[in-house]
């Protein structure tokens, strides 16, 4: 049986960066960013419209609020 690492609880994440077009299939070499993790998607979706807001003028520029969950088979 596998183990769940966050035991039940669930972990968020805000990640993006500048994509290469706005398609938003690639990103720009050195443009990841990653913020968190948050406890509560609220805390997420904070995090992420202040970052936006800082980055409204980059067309190209998009950050998604990603729910972690434990990988399939992996303890």
């Given at each position: 049986?596998?183990?769940?690492?966050?035991?039940?609880?669930?972990?968020?994440?805000?990640?993006?960066?500048?994509?290469?077009?706005?398609?938003?299939?690639?990103?720009?070499?050195?443009?990841?960013?990653?913020?968190?993790?948050?406890?509560?998607?609220?805390?997420?979706?904070?995090?992420?419209?202040?970052?936006?807001?800082?980055?409204?003028?980059?067309?190209?520029?998009?950050?998604?609020?990603?729910?972690?969950?434990?990988?399939?088979g992996k303890p």
């Amino acid at each position: 049986m596998m183990s769940d690492p966050l035991n039940g609880r669930e972990i968020w994440v805000v990640w993006g960066g500048i994509f290469r077009d706005t398609s938003f299939a690639e990103l720009e070499p050195g443009t990841e960013e990653l913020h968190g993790p948050f406890h509560t998607a609220e805390a997420a979706e904070k995090a992420w419209l202040e970052r936006m807001r800082r980055m409204v003028d980059i067309a190209s520029h998009r950050l998604f609020v990603l729910r972690a969950v434990p990988a399939p088979g992996k303890p």
